[in-house]
Every structure is written in C-alpha cells, then in structure tokens.
C-alpha cells in the first residue's frame, strides 16, 4: 500500500548548521499489519511518521501510495490524502475540549462530506467502549479515555493507515495495554503504524519491527509465522557445544556467540551483546532439561518465544489510477461557526474597537452612498407624499450648467401647446402665471422692488381645493376668488406677516408709503389690498388691486417638521416657513390676467434667465429689449387703420426710428440693423434727422412715408435671440454670445406715431387672434408653471417624470425639456437642485473619506483574525491532521470575521435609517433615501473585507506545516 523512497528531511534552523532527521529512507508497507517504529528521541521515528502522514514537508524522495507518489501532490492533496486515508492518534490526544465525545468524533466523518450520522458515532464509541459517554466532554474523561475517543475518530473516517505517536506515553501500564489490544484488533483490516519507546510490547504485538537511529534504519524484522516458530523450537539436540547456535555471524563465518552448556556463553572478542541476543540466550537456557536449541540465521526470539525474521517484504501489487481517490473536506457549517464566534470572547476592547471603526467606515460609505445616488425626482415624490401632497408643478427648462458654482437653467415658459400636451396626457391640469405683488414683497423685503410670484387661475373653486388638497382659512370664514379683483393667500405668506405682526399700507400708485396695520390673526388680512404688476411692465402705475379674501393651508400632515425653523442650513426665516407648507402659489379666479388694466393695452412679455455673476439669458423681439405687442384695439380711433389680418402688423414710429437708425448712422450703433435690410437711398433717410442730433427725428411724416415706401407689405421677420454674457472670474471680463432665430413671418401694414406717447417701446400692434393664439404659442411666453395631480404611486409618478423628460425641444443651443417639480421645492430658487449639487459634492468627499476608514478598518480586522488565529493555532493544526483544508481554516476565521462586519453593517443600517429618517422629517424633504441598494452596497463592501481580512492572515497561517501548528511552533 504504502512505499517510501529515497525520504529524507533536513531541517534548516535560522540559526547553527542543518539537521538530518531521516536520511535515505526505503520502506515497503503492506496493507494491513501492526508496524512498531523503535529508536531514541531524536532518532527519526516521528518525523518518519508525520511525513507518511502528510503532517510535515518532504526535503527529498517521495512517499508512493497506491500507485500515487506525493511528488505529483499539491498542498491541498496531503489534506486530502490525510482526510481520506489517515487516522492520526496523538500522544496527548489532541481532541477538541469544547466539543463533546460524539461532537469531536462526528467532525472526522463530517470533513469527509458524510452525513454526520448519530447511529454511526454511537457504534464506533461501542467498538472503544465509550457507548455511555457520547455527550460528555472530555475535561469529564480519564486519559484512557481520550486516547479511545482519538481512535474512535480516527476509525469514524474508515482509513486505511492508523499512524499512532507514542499512544501510551500518557497512559498507565493497563490502560496501555488496553489501547495496544486494540490497535492489534485493528491491524488485521488496517495498516497501523506506531511510533513507541516501549520495545516488550513492540515485541508482544508488533507484526515488524523498524528500529531507527540517527535518521537511518538499523533493523527491520517481521514476525515468524506460528509453524516456523514451533518447528524452530523442537529442533534436535545438539551435544557438540561446538555446534550452538550463535546470534548471527561474523565477516569470517565464525558466531558473534556460542553456548558452551548451560551456564557458559562464549561471546567473539569485540563483540557486544545487544537486547535480543540476551532474549535468545535467556530463551534458549530456560530449557528445564537444559537442552540447547539453536536458531537458524536470521531468526530471533524474545522470551515470550515470539520469533522474528529479517523483513523481505516487497510490495508487488500493482495499482490502478481507479485505487488511488481522494476526498476534499468540507467543515461542517456548524462546527465552523462556532469555532469562529469562540473567538469572539478574546480581546473585547480590540473587538469593540474593530466593530466601531468597522461601523464608522461602513456608515461614512452608506451616507456617501445615499449622496452620491440622490435622484431629485425621487426625493421629491417622497417629499410630497411625506407631506400628504400629491401634485407636482410642471415647467420648461434647460440645465445649462452642472457646476454647483456655476449653473443656471433658462426657463422658457409653457405655451398653449404644451398646456394642451399635459392635459391630453395627465388630464386635469392647472395653470399658474407670473405676477408681482409689491405690497406683498414689501412684507418680507424692502419697498424698492416687486419680487416675482405665481399665481394660480381655477374655473370652480372647490375643484382647485380637492385637486390641490387645500383647506381655507380662516375656517367658516374665507373664501375662494369670486371676482376679478380678490386673491387669496397660501398659508405660507399669511404665516409671515403673523410673525411680522404688520401690513404696509400704499399710497395712490400702490406705492408703500410707510405705513403698517396691526395684525394679529388671520381674520386681520382679510380684505387688505395687494397691488400687483405683470413681471416686466415698465409702467409704474400699471397695477392692480387685490383683495385678500382667503388663505389657503395644504391639509398635509406637517408635525415633526416645526424644527426647520431653528436650521441655520435653510437660511432665512421665510425658506424655513417656505418648508412648512406644500403650497407657495396665489389663486386666482380665472380671467384675473385678462382683467388686468395696464393703460387699456393688453401686454405680454417675454424675458426669461436666471443669473450667476452677471450672466443672463433673455428674449428679444427684433431690437426690442423687453416685447410688448398691442391689439388694433389699442390703436387711437382717428387712425383710421382697417383691421388687422392674422399675420399683419402695425409698428411704432419708435421702431421705425430705431430701425432707420441703425442703418443709416451704423458707426454709431456698432453696425446695421439688418443687413437684409438695406435701405435704398441713405441720402433721402438722413434728410428726416437733425444733422447735429441724429438722434431727433425733424420730420415724422416724411420718415413715415419713406419707411412705408420701402417696407410697406413687404415680410418682416419675427425673430427671437438670446443673449448669453458669461462671466470670466480670472479675467474679470464679460463675454457675450447671442443667436438668433427666425419664429414667424409678418406684413407691415403701417405705422402709428407714437412719438407723443409717454411710454415708448419698439412693439408692434398685432390682431386679437394673432396676440392671444400663434404668438402666444410660438414665444413660448404663457404661462410660468402647470400642475398636474400625482397618483401617490412612486413607480407610476416616475413614469409621469419620464413622459415629460422625454417631450423636448431645440431652443436656440438648449435642449429645453419639462421638469416635475414639486411646489414645496421649486421657490427660492429651487431648493430641490441646489440640494442635488450640495450632495453630490458632499457625497464625492464622504466617498473617499469612507475608504480612508476602511483601509484603517481592514488592517484592523486583519489583526485581530491573526490574534484569534495565534489564539487557536493548535485547534487548526488537529482538524488539519485529521483532513481539514486551509479553505476549513478560512471558513472559521471568515465566520469570526463576517460576524463582525454583519455586527457593524447592521448597525450601520439601523443607524443610517434612523438618520434619514429624522433628517428627512427635519428638512421635510426625502435627501436620504436609505434603501435596498445601499443595504445590498453595505453586505458587498462587508463581504470584501471581512474576505481580504481574513484571506491575509489565514494563508499567512496556511504556510506553516501541520505539525508545527499541532505543537505551537
């Protein structure tokens, strides 16, 4: 079964000369059979034994089993050629002392990948007489005991070769002798190799005999069969002293000893007695009669009369590739898991230690994380449903810009189209439009400026009430908007003048002149005038009044959320009442903007952008820097104009001036109008100005005519161009970029003097139809926000986001598309992108900052792995002698290690869930969605280190030899 060629082991001390503990050794074992390996300490016997077993390394030769030879082994198969055909029983025993005697037993046989069986442990503990102590653990045994619980686990595995060190060493002269019956009972099926001191009962029950010594065999001798002992025994008398038997022969054929009679040995000059030559004198005078009986050489015998022989033993079996399988351990979960958590009860402060800073790094990430994966749109669908809110503002914009220091988004406005887009597709939509209202603006900042607000226009006032969720106050009180001049308040702007306790009062003009009212409830707002202007207007009297005639509150559940107004992070006090309430719009009754008297003129406007260090976006309608277009109803009666054609125009004596100008005198203005738009004779232009103040028209008339000849019902182009001045911090310079599109073509059908008229402009009179439908439509200039109503489902509401995401447009370089934005977030400037910006950044920072952490965290892992490795050292070393892999290993130290990782991770779960939880209801918005992904991020990143944490100083670990672990070396 079992060959040994050639095997030699040095060892090669770090300090002093190598050792040869075996030099050259040749073996053949055979199958079965009780094989004694004899010698000194030092003399080889257990390093012979550990390298058959695979325990330590080989420096030289090989060992051939089955066919096999171990120079075609890697280091996983001496484990697996240990856990398939080795059963090891230790001197010390060397079983597991925190497992019960069926625990250590059932292991050997679980590592075979068996079923852990109880009836099968039963019966190998019957066959050592350990039936009855199945559940005890072994600090409850005697040392007998244990060696049988060592033999039981090593026959529990069914191996074919026993390897026994010194298995009585520890045991007294009875129970050693129990425990070589056995073994000698288990010879007869197995190969068993013992290593002892002990040669009586080497002799007794031996079936050969290698006696060692300094690395080197010097004898090996098998037992006689029982025929050849009894015949040698009765062989003839021999008178002739002469003729005794002498134990062995010299290089001249002469005896090393000769029995003279009964009393006299005659022993050959030089030579020394050895042991068995005093066994065969002593055996061979306890002849009662006297008699001499010789042995033939080569033969000796003990004084029990057991006779030995030379070994000629050659094993010529021949093996097939079949004969020789292997079978790869596997650590049963269980045992696994609690050798591992064992661990856990050493170093409670390095422990305690690794699990906060584990926590801290995996916290550090998972906030990164939540930053870093922050989707606005989700968080504000969650914001609103936090807030009992379920309707989402709609606008049109492009983001032109992702630097949180510099961005900007032009918004563009909705048109007639894009109200009829959002009403086939959502349904029910509302629509809201610019307004200023500077009394109201005077309340929160100062009386030089009409700050921009969003006013809301509904047909039935209770359905605006349902569909945004609203409530009215003063309850029993207000009301809804029932005529063109009554507004009502949100919650929000009541909720500031309260804190405020006064109201401005106006003059005439609707200019603040000073002046408060007390107010003290909301009772106290009723009927109070706000005068409000359409953004843009340049007329200072052009207003209207308003009455409040109600305030509106958002029926969503705002208790936890007061906080905010203690929160530096939001800045001024009217953010932080901002956030707590859902809805920031006025409401109107629908026409109020029809209604709106701005000098018997109906005015649209169009100027759009947002700024950041100077840089603006705005519309322009030919040379006109803010867009007015005038009905013929705004055309004096006396003109005598017919009415206007769909796409006819009239335009002002103000923008014939400017644009004769700009032709004529192109030096001055930095270059023509047009140049499309050449005038035919310069000479005859110039003859209508002041010749020293080109700038005056002398001739209105004349320049009428002219301009009437040239470009009466010829097209006019309706262009739009944007203006973009972009700001160079490093130059401090500003840089302009413009371009221009055609939107329409239009016919000049005359000209109205303005130039009596006290406001100005570069406008154009158009038709009602043209004014209210395509004009409208094509500047884009309508309306500022539309609502649509949520269903409260996130997946389903997202998929309302990508419907309108998906709806773009090209406006001059910007792709403009609708965004949902919810109420709440869309004032003071978009509070939901800011956010978005802050986080990402924050998030970026966080992200290095936890990797930082886990760097410190894993090489603290690692260090306390190899403690608990230090720790349990010799524990490995037994399972890796009875089969265990270093992947075993692994699994133990794994299990220590993740069990602190899944310790952190879930607190860092609770912990972070917590914290989203309580920011989110503080800042009344969903910034910290903690959710699947970052649990499953969290369990990866655990997964990763305790891996690298425990791979490093496991297969540091894995390098040293069995045996040195087995002996805390």
């Known amino acids: ?144 005991q244990k060696q049988r619980v060592s033999i039981a686990r090593a026959l529990i595995k069914n191996p074919d070769l026993i390897l026994a060190d010194e298995p009585t060493g520890a045991l007294d002269s009875a129970t050693g002798e129990q425990v070589f019956d056995l073994l000698r009972g288990l010879s007869r099926e197995k190969l068993v190799i013992v290593v002892s001191h002990d040669r009586e009962n080497a002799e007794r029950y031996a079936d050969r005999i290698i006696e060692l010594k300094d690395g080197r065999i010097i004898e090996d001798k098998s037992r006689a069969d029982e025929s050849a002992a009894s015949s040698y025994a009765a062989a003839p008398y021999y008178a002739a002293p002469s003729s005794a038997f002498g134990g062995g022969y010299g290089s001249d054929s002469e005896p090393n000893y000769k029995i003279v009679d009964v009393s006299t040995v005659k022993v050959r000059r030089g030579y020394r007695l050895t042991a068995d030559d005093i066994q065969n004198i002593n055996y061979l005078l306890s002849n009662s009669e006297g008699v001499v009986a010789p042995f033939p050489q080569g033969f000796t015998a003990n004084s029990r009369g057991t006779v030995f022989k030379q070994t000629e033993y050659r094993d010529t079996k021949v093996y097939s590739p079949g004969d020789f399988k292997l079978v790869k351990s596997k650590l049963p979960m269980k045992i696994g898991l609690s050798m591992g958590l064992s661990g856990l009860k050493l170093k409670k402060i390095r422990l305690a230690f690794t699990v906060f800073l584990t926590f801290i790094a995996l916290t550090t990430f998972a906030v990164a994380d939540v930053l870093n994966s922050y989707d606005y749109v989700t968080a504000d669908l969650k914001s609103s449903y936090g807030l009992n809110s379920y309707v989402a503002g709609v606008t ?43 009394t109201l603006y005077d309340m929160f900042y100062s009386t030089n400026y009409s700050s921009e607000y969003n006013a809301i226009e509904f047909d039935d006032p209770d359905a605006a009430l349902e569909f945004f969720d609203l409530q009215l106050l003063p309850q029993g009180i207000g009301r809804m908007p029932q005529n063109y001049d009554e507004i009502v308040l949100p919650d929000f702007y009541a909720k500031q003048i309260l804190d405020a306790g006064m109201f401005p009062t106006v003059d005439e003009y609707g200019n603040p002149n000073g002046k408060y009212d007390v107010i003290s409830k909301y009772e106290d707002l009723l009927g109070k005038s706000l005068y409000c202007y359409i953004p843009n207007n340049n007329y200072a009297n052009a207003t209207q009044s308003a009455k409040i005639v109600g305030i509106v509150r958002g029926k969503e559940d705002l208790a936890g959320i007061a906080a905010l107004q203690s929160v530096p992070l939001f800045g001024s006090s009217v953010t932080q009442s901002l956030l707590l309430s859902s809805v920031a719009s006025l409401f109107v009754k629908k026409g109020f903007f029809d209604e709106f008297p701005l000098i018997d003129k109906k005015t649209v406007t169009s100027q759009v952008g947002e700024n950041w260090n100077s840089a603006t976006t705005s519309k322009r309608l030919c040379s006109q820097t803010i867009s007015e277009f005038y009905n013929e109803t705004a055309l004096p009666e006396s003109s005598g104009f017919a009415p206007l054609g769909k796409k006819e125009v009239i335009v002002t004596m103000t923008f014939v001036t400017e644009f004769v100008r700009k032709q004529v005198f192109p030096d001055y203005y930095g270059g023509t109008y047009d140049p499309d738009y050449t005038l035919p004779n310069i000479s005859e232009y110039r003859d209508v100005f002041d010749d020293e103040y080109y700038w005056i028209v002398v001739d209105v008339p004349r320049l009428i005519e002219l301009f009437m000849r040239d470009f009466g019902n010829r097209p006019l182009p309706l262009d739009e161009t944007y203006v973009l001045y972009n700001y160079d911090q490093n130059s401090g310079q500003s840089t302009e970029t413009r371009e221009t599109y055609q939107v329409d073509i239009l016919t000049i059908k005359g000209v109205y003097d303005d130039s009596g008229s006290n406001y100005r402009s570069s406008a154009m009179y158009c038709s009602d139809a043209y004014f209210s439908g395509e004009l409208r439509d094509l500047l884009g200039i309508s309306f500022a926000n539309a609502y649509v109503k949520l269903s409260g489902d996130l997946n389903a509401d997202k998929e309302i986001v990508k419907k309108l995401a998906e709806k773009k447009e090209t406006i001059s370089q910007y792709s403009a598309e609708f965004q949902t934005q919810l109420e709440l977030l869309t004032i003071n400037n978009g509070i939901s992108a800011a956010v978005r910006d802050l986080t990402n950044m924050l998030g970026k920072v966080l992200f290095y900052v936890s990797l930082v952490f886990m760097v410190f965290s894993g090489l603290l892992l690692m260090n306390f792995i190899g403690i608990s490795i230090t720790h349990k050292r010799k524990e490995i070393g037994i399972l890796r002698a009875i089969g265990a892999r270093n992947l075993d290993a692994f699994k133990i130290f794994f299990s220590e290690s993740i069990a602190i990782g899944l310790a952190s991770a879930a607190l860092t779960c609770v ?58 070396r």
Request: aromatic fraction near 10%; proline fraction near 3%; hydrophobic fraction near 40%.
């Open 911 to 968: 912990v972070t869930l917590l914290l989203s939880i309580s920011a989110n209801a503080a800042m009344s918005f969903s910034l910290f969605n903690f959710g699947l992904r970052q649990v499953g991020l969290l369990f990866l990143l655990v997964l990763i280190i305790c891996s690298v944490g425990t791979f490093v100083p496991v297969r540091r670990f894995a390098k040293k030899k069995p045996v040195d672990a087995i002996n805390n």
């Open 1 to 144: 079964m079992l060959r040994t060629v050639n095997l030699t082991k040095i060892y090669r001390p770090k300090k002093g000369s190598p050792v040869t503990a075996l030099d050259s050794i040749n073996l053949d074992l055979p199958e079965t059979g009780l094989v004694f390996l004899l010698g000194k300490s030092g003399s080889g016997k257990s390093t012979l034994l550990n390298l058959i077993g695979g325990l330590d390394s080989i420096t030289s030769g090989e060992i051939v089993v089955k066919g096999r030879s171990s120079k075609d082994f890697k280091s996983v198969d001496f484990d697996s050629y240990r856990n398939t055909y080795v059963g090891f029983i230790f001197q010390e025993f060397h079983i597991l002392e925190e497992y019960t005697v069926g625990q250590n037993v059932s292991l050997a046989l679980g590592l075979q990948n068996k079923k852990q069986d109880p009836s099968a442990v039963l019966e190998i503990l019957k066959k050592v007489g350990l039936e009855e102590y199945m559940q005890r653990k072994p600090g409850e045994l005697s040392g007998g």
């Open 396 to 438: 049109k914009k492009a983001q032109a810009g992702n630097d949180l220091l510099n961005s900007y988004a032009p918004s563009f406005g909705l048109s007639n189209g894009d109200i009829s887009f959002l009403k086939e597709t959502f349904g029910e939509t509302y629509v809201s439009y610019s307004l200023q209202c500077r």
